[in-house]
């Protein structure tokens, strides 16, 4: 049996003396001391014990042995702490939150949201919500985009934070995506028809005449919706309905 000790006295002035796990022994240089590197107090010690219970060899810990094994600690230490944390986590989200969630974010940020076709083009041109919210690097780039880009990412995880949360309220976290879906398209809608209208005003009072109304009328921007909004759209339904049934059970 083999224990981790700690010199408290070394062996320059007779037997040196140890201690481990609040028990002191003593020991000698001579047939128990294992290590070429004299025994120093305060230097970190492995006890190998008799059957009778008494040291029997003690080893010095080198330095590089105490780091590499108090990192294994740490580790394991997080990794217990991150299973706790993982079970804690299930146990308060269902399965069918999480998948609804892992969907959504992959519909809003990975396929087009919107289908946007310009006057001068003949093909849509696919937005998806990781560009209409500035993440992507070939976004343009503003102080409105920052905000734009958290909040998005609040509104669509708020559904997350409900089972952690005591108030009564909290369930209604569920119909926030929703909610930032609905008036994010709308105010995308909104812009692109603005757009729309300066740029047909523009040339209609640089051509006149019909010919500038026809030209100014086919300057609009069409839009409509694309696969991603859909599928986040049904994500954030299935969310709402579920803290609509928690909301009638409480009731």
Same mark, same amino acid.
């Given at each position: 049996?083999?224990k981790?000790?700690?010199?408290?006295?070394?062996t320059?002035a007779?037997p040196?003396?140890?201690?481990?796990?609040g028990t002191?022994?003593?020991?000698v240089l001579e047939?128990?001391?294992?290590s070429d590197?004299p025994?120093?107090?305060?230097?970190?010690v492995?006890?190998a014990?008799?059957?009778d219970? @008494?040291p029997? =060899?003690v080893?010095?810990?080198s330095e590089?042995?105490?780091? !590499?094994?108090?990192?294994? $600690? @740490?580790?394991?230490?997080?990794?217990?702490?991150?299973e706790l944390?993982t079970?804690n986590v $299930?146990?308060?989200?269902r399965?069918?939150?999480?998948a609804?969630? *892992?969907l959504l974010?992959?519909?809003?940020?990975?396929l087009?949201c919107?289908?946007?076709?310009p006057?001068w083009? @003949?093909?849509a041109v696919?937005? @998806?919500?990781? $560009?209409?919210t500035?993440?992507?690097?070939?976004?343009?780039?503003g102080?409105?985009?920052g905000l734009?880009s958290?909040?998005s990412?609040?509104c669509?995880v708020?559904?997350?934070?409900a089972p952690f !949360?005591?108030?009564k309220w909290?369930?209604?976290?569920n119909?926030v995506?929703l909610?930032f879906? !609905?008036i994010g398209a !709308?105010?995308?809608?909104n812009e692109?028809?603005?757009?729309? =209208?300066h740029?047909?005003?523009?040339i209609g009072?640089?051509?006149g005449?019909?010919?500038?109304?026809?030209a100014a009328?086919?300057?609009?921007?069409?839009? =409509?919706?694309?696969?991603?909004?859909w599928?986040?759209?049904? *994500?954030?339904?299935?969310?709402l309905?579920?803290a609509? =049934? $928690?909301?009638?059970r409480?009731?």
């Amino acid at each position: 049996m083999t224990k981790r000790g700690r010199i408290l006295r070394d062996t320059s002035a007779g037997p040196g003396l140890l201690t481990i796990e609040g028990t002191q022994y003593r020991f000698v240089l001579e047939g128990m001391w294992q290590s070429d590197i004299p025994p120093q107090p305060g230097m970190a010690v492995d006890v190998a014990f008799a059957d009778d219970g @008494t040291p029997e =060899r003690v080893f010095a810990v080198s330095e590089s042995q105490l780091a !590499l094994q108090n990192a294994q $600690k @740490t580790l394991a230490g997080a990794m217990r702490g991150g299973e706790l944390l993982t079970s804690n986590v $299930k146990s308060r989200l269902r399965v069918p939150v999480i998948a609804a969630e *892992c969907l959504l974010l992959v519909a809003f940020f990975s396929l087009p949201c919107v289908l946007i076709t310009p006057p001068w083009l @003949t093909s849509a041109v696919p937005l @998806t919500g990781w $560009k209409a919210t500035g993440f992507s690097p070939t976004a343009v780039q503003g102080p409105e985009y920052g905000l734009a880009s958290l909040l998005s990412v609040v509104c669509l995880v708020a559904p997350l934070a409900a089972p952690f !949360l005591k108030q009564k309220w909290a369930h209604w976290l569920n119909a926030v995506p929703l909610a930032f879906l !609905l008036i994010g398209a !709308l105010m995308l809608w909104n812009e692109v028809h603005n757009i729309g =209208r300066h740029t047909a005003g523009a040339i209609g009072d640089l051509l006149g005449s019909d010919a500038g109304k026809e030209a100014a009328r086919q300057a609009a921007f069409a839009i =409509r919706p694309g696969i991603g909004l859909w599928i986040a759209v049904a *994500c954030a339904v299935y969310l709402l309905m579920r803290a609509l =049934r $928690k909301d009638r059970r409480e009731a």
